[in-house]
């Protein structure tokens, strides 16, 4: 499967944005997908995923509440809403995919995105 993560930008606090991560090559139903970044001088850091055959979610404690994930296996897409930005936000957001369920560690997925960066400005 291939992976294109758009939508990311320039936003000031408090603001939303909207990223996409499309899928081609296979159905995007068939795996589990999530949600990492990883901002300038800082480790990557998972943000959220769903699993592929429930559709649970499972988020970072401290994006509770303020980012959504979810899937439109139709369009073959993932989305992260993220409301109430804060400037920590800004990172580059990377999709990625993985068979099996819901794991938080990037050494587990082996599909990714090229990336998208996410400013947020105070």
Same mark, same amino acid.
């Given at each position: ?6 939508? $990311?930008?320039?936003? /000031? @606090?408090? #603001? ?5 991560? &499309? !899928? ?9 997908? $999530?949600?990492?970044? /990883? @901002?300038? #001088? ?5 943000? &959220? !995923? ?23 296996? &139709? ?48």
């Amino acid at each position: 499967v291939q992976l294109q993560a758009s939508g $990311g930008g320039l936003v /000031q @606090a408090g #603001g939303s944005l909207r990223l996409s991560c &499309a !899928a081609s090559g296979r159905s995007l139903s068939m795996y589990t997908t $999530g949600w990492f970044r /990883q @901002a300038p #001088g800082k480790e990557s850091e998972f943000v &959220a !995923a769903v699993n592929w055959y429930t559709a649970g979610t499972y988020y970072t404690d401290s994006l509770k509440g303020r980012f959504t994930i979810s899937r439109d296996n &139709a369009k073959n897409t993932m989305y992260l809403q993220m409301n109430s930005l804060r400037p920590e936000d800004t990172a580059v957001y990377y999709c990625a995919a993985r068979s099996g369920p819901i794991r938080k560690e990037r050494f587990n997925y082996d599909y990714w995105g090229q990336g998208t960066l996410v400013t947020v400005s105070s």
